[in-house]
């Protein structure tokens, strides 16, 4: 499963609180992505019988990490080291690989210290503390203010507020949107960013069974790559840790997954999620088989091609297979009628009291602004969404321009990505040394150059100005070609330098960039100001509820840390059990069904310590927890707060938990704890990596 | 390249006759793709000093063959030998093959006539004679009919020559519209249909390079494939066949190719090509690609599925590679204006004369009925071109739906593959034993059941019908699980039963066909009538060209046999020359320089058999010759009417003569005759077939 993506362009699709919905859900499974200053304390012990101290939780807290570009992580040793997988770590290892050294392919092991290699640029945050900030956010937006003004209103107090924070307390600062405007939390985040590489298996003992065997189960992955965050050129001192449990879990266990979940859809009303079925997924869909198609070919021509197109290829498969499964979702024949029953019921209650007609009106509100947000839904993915320009490049170019347009403003005046409290995030992304290859960038612009003339039509005014007279193929090449934004001098240069550098540079993509500008800028304040309509719309919505209902369950997924529990369980598939956990004997027999061909051949590691292994040892297992894309990475932990498993995966049934959770057979995916030691001491001759994990601190 | 792909469900482009156009290029290249009854003796009297008699062109013209699943083909013996494509036979060594027995991968040699396999359905046809009857066509259609009632009035005319044609000849017989109604001529074929499988190469020697190399050149393809005609239970005694020649052709030789490229759109307005390249190839390219990453990944999870969808997937991506080059060439930005120029200079002249208003108003008629079918092409697509339903089961089901509607109804007023004159090549094709793979059937068929609930709405009432409350996968199995199409004698039984054991079948997929029918009937009469009008708006332009310029040229490519005449020459690409000619020492550093890594792999066979070979055989070439999908396996000939090559693809540059012409750098690429003698004696031991090549007989 992929959520180690980052879009900084893409606009995102708007989730709106139906709070009834969530509460009624979360009464009958172990549904929840709770929020750590509201835990579930109440269905832990009705259900388990379970109190989590205070201690426990922010033990567990504090141990757990966000992959700044996506994804999750823990500490499991005093001395910094931390696990997460592999398909998290695996961009950080591609920009680290080269024609002649492939850390994907082959993986990776560092023995000593010294042969730990530091990351170009990863930022790892560990969430310090929560501060309730709503009612200084809502008390800064006047309250007859038109959706723009509040917008702008709104973006300036927390600018400030996060402003403050980082000044007073040294921390990275983020005011997080929960219940889609219900509630503005302050986040506070240490951050680690001398990240050194420790270990990674090969890729195909990461990911065994490749994209035919992605979101199944049975698997056999060793989904994991091992990082140690350093502090002053030393290993980091860990206070939070997680304890490795060498057992691993049983079936039927209690278990908790504490992790950033990025993006879940299951408050939305049911205009907005007709809308995500009829046009966000349909559209997506057709970019990343578009995007697929592109990069398997192109990969098939050579050894060096596809190395370089790797992780962009599988996150384009992935992100495929992952929205395959979710329009099925939200084709199947039970889903829409039971979000559009509920929220008849509800509506129905509301039309009772003349108090609530302002919420009942708020459906419509948020009907409409759904319908604007969808007429320019495609302009703005190609425009300020970046699709029409696809490359790193672009991505880049833009970020000089708008960086020399946007410092100079107030703080709270800037697009949101520029504020001082994420200058120093923008800056460590932004000067980079990870490689950038020209043939693949030419190929994946002169793709969406393509895919523009197409969307928007050849005589669109912009689009003939994009294109200046040539065919998309040749004008990709005459712009790469000639820009300098892959040297990391230049960038600094026209970063310092401000606007007036950046317009002397008169370099073409970035010229290209302030072409589009106008109108992706345009295309962005009407999403903003729309997003603010729905976020007012819905706010409305969730002061009904709370006065009919009271209020309870969790909000949204918006990629900051949550705690979800489950159990260890199998289920039925096609009327036959599929039992919890697979064994490591299960990859040997799995390769054989399949005559050990691609994707389903041995590491030749694995095939060579066969003989050593204990093929009884639990490998993957399967559990109840609610997870979403973002969860990769994410500990799972018994009731003693052990680390008995890491998530990577869920399965197919799971992929409609972005629009509602069921644990009839959706299942998230981990790997056994006892697998990775396993791994670790027989098959990678990693031992003393091995003692660290069970020791908690490094041999001395 | 493919034209070897059937579509008798997809609504087909329509093409206008632009006649200038295609004069004016003419006269600067070797283009064209003449008829056989107006061959271009002044062009290759002129630039080649060469006056083919007609004895030449009768004898070339009766040695060549239309396949009738799609593509061409040439007799090689007195003894019924015929030579095409692998890619074309490869779809007749699927249906032979099964899970234990792959002879589209591992090939076929037959020693004697005794082991030649019979295929299950192939339909050979080789043309008799032309006949001119655009005056009776013409004379039938009243003068001030409506379009409806035109087309009903030219269909009844055209039914009604066919089967008095059939009737008297015996020979199957089919009325070509051409210059897109400017003409209408007879085509009479002799029919084979007792037709065996001789000898393929494995798919690896076949289609060496894969996807990546395809439209590529320098390239080292054995992409052929033999077959016997048969009658009467013996090799079926041929008058005329090509000699082999043993050495190839030589650089800067003048050559010939005759075969039945598919379609052509040379001769459309500008309002026509702006409809192609901004919705009908986008969209094809959207399906392509959908397609290509659906049997990619299932393939991949098994042999036997990548065995079961491999020609399928060869198509797939076989098509998507041409329309993404298509594509290109029309994002190009010289195609355009000089299209626009042409038709402007050509109105202004219109427009100068009072006479010729019909003929200018004509330009604003197409543009209106190109209007009105771009309004309906999606729909249009999903229902009657099949989209919405791909799989073998919906195909047959509906085509017994309509053949007993059909059938009972006058021979002219019948869809017109039901009528008299098609009826036998129908039954073939019908009652075809071809395995049928459910789980395949499943497959497609849910995912274009996705496909059209996304594209029409979930909420469309006819989506809703046809999804019966189901998702689309537990729809398709349903259906699928419940059909008995799949049966060849219960396809007889209900088409011998007619439209009463058709009802009383009570199948699910005749049922879903019949849900749909209604619609699916209603936007092919509104193609059918807007085609009408486009034809009829043609015909007055083509009427005042003929007044100012004269009749010259050819018209766009309709399936049907064609001349087409250039040189064997090499180009220029990125600054470098690209020789006229590969060898067979070339594939060898070909995949040593590829690592020998798939699919740049040596066939095994070939890797054996190296030092037997003399390395220097030329084995593929490129030439000027103008073609187009549908040219897969035409013979190329030379002055003496000998068979120096097989026709297998063009250059990537070739794919934009869809729309136009150019031999700056767009090739026709060809097996040498050469190679194929080499390959049959020292690689495959096959050499009674390459004695039978050299002395146009079998060895007595």
Redesign the interface.
């Known amino acids: 499963m992929t959520m180690n993506e980052r879009h900084p362009h893409l606009m995102k699709i708007i989730i709106v609180p139906l709070l009834f919905v969530a509460a009624a859900v979360a009464a009958s499974a172990d549904e929840g992505m709770w929020l750590y200053n509201q835990p579930p304390r109440d269905l832990l012990q009705e259900r388990y019988q379970f109190n989590p101290t205070d201690a426990w939780l922010e033990h567990l807290q504090k141990s757990c990490i966000r992959v700044n570009s996506g994804g999750s992580a823990s500490f499991v040793s005093k001395d910094g080291l931390l696990i997460t997988n592999h398909h998290v770590g695996a961009r950080k290892l591609e920009e680290l690989s080269t024609k002649d050294r492939d850390y994907v392919r082959d993986g990776f092991c560092a023995h000593t210290l010294a042969e730990e290699i530091q990351c170009l640029n990863l930022e790892l945050d560990v969430l310090e503390s929560i501060e309730d900030v709503t009612a200084r956010v809502n008390a800064a937006v006047p309250k007859e203010a038109d959706p723009r003004a509040a917008f702008e209103a709104r973006r300036k107090v927390i600018a400030a507020i996060e402003k403050e924070s980082l000044d007073q307390t040294g921390l990275r600062s983020d005011v997080v949107t929960l219940w889609q405007g219900g509630a503005y939390h302050l986040y506070r985040y240490k951050r680690y960013t001398d990240v050194r590489l420790v270990f990674a298996p090969g890729a195909q003992a990461a990911f065994y069974g490749?994209?035919?065997d992605n979101f199944e189960f049975p698997r056999y992955d060793l989904d994991i790559c091992l990082f140690r965050a350093y502090e002053n050129g030393a290993p980091a001192k860990i206070a939070h840790y997680l304890r490795f449990s060498p057992g691993g879990p049983r079936d039927g266990e209690l278990v908790f997954v504490s992790g950033h979940p990025g993006r879940t859809s299951r408050l939305l009303t049911v205009a907005e999620l007709e809308n995500v079925?009829?046009r966000s997924v349909?559209f997506q869909l057709?970019s990343l088989?578009?995007r697929?198609?592109l990069l398997?070919?192109w990969s098939?021509?050579?050894?060096e091609n596809a190395r370089r197109a790797k992780g962009m290829l599988f996150r384009a498969?992935n992100g495929?297979?992952a929205m395959d499964g979710r329009?099925?979702g939200l084709?199947?024949?039970d889903l829409?009628p039971a979000k559009a029953k509920a929220e008849a019921d509800f509506k129905a209650r509301l039309s009772a009291t003349p108090e609530f007609s302002e919420a009942l009106a708020a459906y419509d509100k948020v009907a409409d602004a759904t319908k604007t947000l969808a007429a320019q839904s495609v302009r703005g993915a190609l425009l300020e969404g970046g699709q029409g320009f696809e490359c790193e490049s672009s991505g880049i170019a833009r970020t000089l321009l708008r960086a020399g347009e946007e410092r100079p403003k107030p703080n709270g005046e800037r697009l949101r990505e520029f504020s001082d409290s994420r200058r120093a995030s923008l800056e460590l992304d932004l000067f980079s040394e990870a490689p950038i290859y020209t043939d693949l960038e030419k190929l994946t612009l002169a793709d969406s150059l393509?895919f523009l003339?197409?969307e928007l039509?050849?005589n669109d005014p912009l689009v003939q100005k994009v294109?200046a007279?040539?065919?998309?193929?040749d004008r990709a090449a005459e712009l790469i070609d000639g820009t300098r934004v892959r040297d990391v001098a230049f960038r600094k240069k026209l970063y310092a330098g401000g606007a007036d550098a950046v317009s002397a540079a008169n370099d073409p993509v970035i010229e290209l960039a302030r072409l589009v500008d106008p109108e992706a800028r345009a295309l962005r304040k009407v999403s903003e100001a729309q997003t603010e309509a729905k976020a007012q719309a819905h706010a409305a919505i969730a002061r009904a509820r709370n006065a009919l209902l009271g209020l309870t369950g969790y909000p949204d997924a918006t990629g900051t840390l949550r705690l979800s529990f489950g159990v260890v369980k199998g289920y039925e598939e096609n009327g036959a059990a599929v039992p919890a956990f697979t064994s490591l004997g299960g990859l040997y027999a799995r390769a054989s069904e399949?005559?050990n061909?691609p994707?389903f051949d041995l590491p030749a590691a694995w095939e060579k310590r066969k003989s050593r292994l204990n093929l009884g040892t639990p490998f993957n297992f399967v559990s109840t927890c609610d997870i979403i894309g973002g969860n990769s990475g994410s500990p799972v932990v018994n009731r003693a707060g052990e680390f008995v498993g890491i998530i990577f995966d869920g399965n197919l049934q799971g992929l409609t938990w972005d629009y509602a959770f069921s644990d009839k057979q959706g299942r998230a995916t981990s790997v056994d704890s006892a697998a990775i030691l396993e791994a670790l001491n027989k098959v990678y001759d990693a031992r003393e990596l091995a003692h660290e994990l069970v020791n908690g601190q490094r041999n001395r």
């Open positions: 490749g994209d035919p079925r009829d349909p057709n088989k578009r697929e198609v398997e070919n098939a021509r050579s050894g498969k495929r297979k329009l099925a084709l199947a024949p829409f393509t003339a197409t039509g050849v294109l007279g040539k065919s998309p193929r399949m005559k061909q994707p």
